[in-house]
Nanobody
Framework: VQLVESGGGLVQAGGSLRLSCAAS????????MGWFRQAPGKEPEFVAG????????YYADSVKGRFTISRDNAKNTVYLQMNSLKPEDTAVYYC??????????????????WGQGTQVTVSS
């Protein structure tokens, strides 16, 4: 499985961006998907996750109410809509696929495939 993120960029505080993650392979629809981010000098952190069907989602407290994760299994794509962006959202954002079970994990080590990342910079 290959994952390719896009949609990052520079935006002012209060603005919005939508990240996309396009996946190769015919089994995308059976994978839970997650978004993680890593800011300079910090550990990677979980941002949002979505179950294989899209029926369950989970968000980090820091983004709850501002970010929305969704997926289109027909397009093999997962999205992260980011609204009301803050400077502290600045990070490299990665999408990841959990291929080894039906659950929706929060831990990085449970994800099997990773994209290359896309930079999001929020200016104050």
């Amino acid at each position: 499985v290959q994952l390719v993120e896009s949609g990052g960029g520079l935006v002012q505080a209060g603005g919005s961006l939508r990240l996309s993650c396009a996946a190769s392979g015919r089994t995308f629809s059976s994978y839970a998907m997650g978004w993680f981010r890593q800011a300079p000098g910090k550990e990677p952190e979980f941002v949002a996750g979505i179950s294989w069907s899209g029926g369950s989602t989970y968000y980090a407290d820091s983004v709850k109410g501002r970010f929305t994760i969704s997926r289109d299994n027909a397009k093999n794509t997962v999205y992260l809509q980011m609204n009301s962006l803050k400077p502290e959202d600045t990070a490299v954002y990665y999408c990841a696929a959990h291929a080894s079970g039906p659950d929706l994990p929060l831990q990085r080590y449970k994800y099997d495939y990773w994209g290359q990342g896309t930079q999001v910079t929020v200016s104050s």
